[in-house]
């Protein structure tokens, strides 16, 4: 059975540097069925590519937000 691999963006406020956005990577990379993840601090915006039949969007912002930033619902 094929992947259901979905691209998501979200707005993330509280990102105020180049650290902030590799916290936020490096979190989610581990968490299981994303396979890409990046952040753009400036731009306040965490885009991934996640198989949606494994990890939902409540998990993402889960994780975002146990780390202390702000995800804009959308």
């Known amino acids: 059975m094929p992947m259901m691999t979905e691209q ?3 707005t ?3 990102m105020s540097c180049d650290g902030c956005g590799r ?7 581990d968490v299981a ?3 890409e993840v990046s952040a753009d601090h400036e731009a306040g915006t965490v885009t ?3 198989d949606s039949d ?3 969007v409540d998990v993402v912002r889960g994780v975002i937000e146990d780390l202390g930033y702000e995800v804009v619902p959308g």
């Open 12 to 14: 993330v406020n509280g």
């Open 8 to 10: 998501q963006v979200m």
């Open 33 to 35: 069925g994303v396979n």
């Open 23 to 29: 916290r936020i990577t490096s979190a989610l990379s």
């Open 54 to 56: 494994v990890v939902g």
């Open 48 to 50: 991934l590519n996640a």
